[in-house]
């Protein structure tokens, strides 16, 4: 990278040929940006974040570009994240979890109910005056600047050994969430016990009885098999997940004015593409998985709710987290 560095900065900012980062030279040059991301080329985040990346070479007449790598060919979400910050890689598709890691304040849009449904959190994660401070607040400490969000739907829990109701019917199963110590909470309070991992182990896991519960988006389920080994998909609608598009600030601080400009329009061409793709990918996904044998069942979604309802208050634990709520909650209809 170092020399890709060094050839970019003398060769007047052009694209590295050879797929290295290629940062920008003095005078706001360009790149091929690498954007590590977990899902499949068939689902929402790829297409929107592929189209992005040709909207972007157009509008800056070829100076920067995207090469999306998708199936967590540049790792997985934490090490992606950690690649993002060291600047071997560029961009990267990271779950509000991963950051929830680094700063807390990201946990309050991660809380199980502080979002009603994708309109309500689009309007929140895409509000300056929201999250403004928040997305910078990685700067300084890790050289990551957040962009903004795509939504992950509604995510519900789904079992290998038939539907549940109650979070009783939980009771001694295993169920996967990610690195996330609310997370971890969220499961024990629906009443199973919690094991974090990778998204990417996560059919083998199910398969091989690792876990024997997960929980996520119909797209997820659909794209990446899970249908297949845990078939019974529960209603419980806990939560409203989000994704985070991240960058590396010293990248996005080379951008000449005018790039920035093209980055910023052409990104939020792509979020609101995403939302638009989210809706018919989650109607396909679901009769596409009931076609594969999946089954889809209500649950008793007051039981989830109760138990689900202490989280907020024993997450938030500062006066920036509580602002942050207290504006989501604002926002919603
Ligand atoms: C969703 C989300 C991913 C996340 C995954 C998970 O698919 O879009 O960013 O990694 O859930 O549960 O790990």
Known sequence: TATALTLAACGGGETSGDGETAAAGGDGGGATMRLALNQTEEHPSFIALDNFGQRLEEATEGRYSIDVYPNETL?????????????????????????????????????????????????????????????????????????????????????????????????GKKLRVQESDLHIAMAEAMGASATPMAFGELYTGLQSGVVDAAENNEVSFWTQKHYEVAPYWSYTNHLVGLDYLIINSDLLAEMSEEDRAAFDAEWTAAYEEHTELWATATEEAIANAKAGGATFTEVDEAAFAEVLEPLAEEFITSESQQALYDAARAAAE
Do not use: C, W
């Open 75 to 171: 790792g997985a979400q934490a090490e992606a994240l950690q690649l993002v910050s060291d600047g071997s890689v560029d961009m990267a598709i990271v779950s509000g979890t991963q950051l929830e890691n680094l700063n807390e304040d990201f946990l309050v849009f991660n809380l199980p109910k502080v979002f009603d449904d994708v309109e309500h959190q689009m309007r929140v994660v895409n509000d300056e005056a929201i999250v403004g401070d928040l997305y910078a607040s990685l700067e300084e400490s890790n050289n990551v600047t957040v962009l903004g969000g795509f939504t992950q739907g509604a995510r519900s829990v789904y079992t290998t050994d038939g539907p549940i109701e109650t979070p009783a019917d939980l009771a």
